[in-house]
């Protein structure tokens, strides 16, 4: 914190703060709609895969079937 300024926060250099506002406005048209969203929801909404997905084919289930991952 500086004394003469206060609180700072500092943000990565790398990428834009823009980068993913597409997915932020996504997750709040659909929270004003249903108001809560459940995670399979949340990444519906924003396009993002679910990363446990990418692993279900090698752990030979889901995890809601109990794999651990």
Known sequence: MSEKVGPVQVYPQEGSPRDHH??????????M???????AEAYEVTGIERPWVQERHLLGATREEGAQG
């Not at 597409?22 to 929270?31: E, F, M, P, W, Y």
């Not at 709609?33 to 995670?39: F, I, R, V, Y």
Request: glycine share 0%.
């Open 33 to 39: 709609e249903k108001e809560t969203l459940d995670e």
């Open 22 to 31: 597409d997915k932020h406005v996504a997750i709040v048209r659909a929270l």
